[in-house]
């Protein structure tokens, strides 16, 4: 979280006081226990703070099936901006951008609503940052490796209420990379969609006074 603070920091963001971090672990245990409350609690913050703040764009990981909590973060956004939509406050673009996908997009990809091009030396400054924060380092080595360098220099978000609220594929990746670490004894349960993530969405939306989510 030192790391987060020290680039939000850096390009002049801010994180509300209300939004406590929640450790991956935290959430994987909330979602084995079907605990919907911390979640519908952070919904309706987030929704009473886009009303409040007159909020006209919210951008957010798309759902990839890639990791329970980004995807489950994903919800929570949808979540929020229709109860601020019933609030009356109408978000103009609910925008999902690619975390463990390319993120320049793919060709057999939904169509962007909004790509940003980033020049040289903007896209340097990106790398360095990705760079310096150590505990992702591995990561955004990995995604280099993969994707190229040139691939980061496009900003590339999607109309999220297009996406719908399910993962493109189930099992999704994290179901199959669940059972392999629980084979290893690194985790003792593996988290599943259809068990405990759709469930868990739906209990959320219910807890807001929202419809089933939208497949």
Not at 36 to 59: G, N
Not at 200 to 205: D, E, N, T
């Amino acid at each position: 979280m030192d790391e987060t603070e020290n680039l939000l920091r850096a390009v002049s963001a801010t994180r509300v006081g209300w939004l406590d971090a929640f450790p991956d672990k935290t959430v994987y245990q909330l979602i084995l226990e079907s605990d919907a409350t911390p979640f519908i609690l952070r919904a309706r913050q987030l929704a009473e703070y886009i009303v409040a703040h007159k909020i006209r764009d919210i951008a957010g990981d798309m759902i990839e099936g890639y990791n329970p909590s980004h995807d489950l973060c994903r919800n929570v956004i949808n979540a929020a901006v229709e109860l601020a939509g019933s609030m009356g406050r109408k978000v103009a673009r609910n925008l999902a951008f690619a975390l463990a996908g390319n993120p320049g997009g793919e060709a057999k990809g939904p169509k962007p609503l909004k790509v940003v091009l980033l020049d040289e030396s903007a896209l340097s400054a990106k790398q360095a940052a990705a760079m310096n924060y150590s505990a992702l380092r591995h990561e955004v080595e990995l995604a280099l490796r993969t994707f190229g360098k040139e691939a980061f220099a496009s900003e590339t978000f999607y109309d999220a209420s297009e996406l719908g609220d399910e993962p493109a594929t189930v099992p999704p990746y994290y179901e199959t990379y669940g059972e392999k670490q629980v084979a290893s004894g690194h985790y003792a349960h593996v988290i599943r969609y259809q068990v405990h993530v759709k469930p868990l969405v739906a209990a959320i939306r219910k807890g807001l006074g929202l419809s089933a989510p939208k497949t």
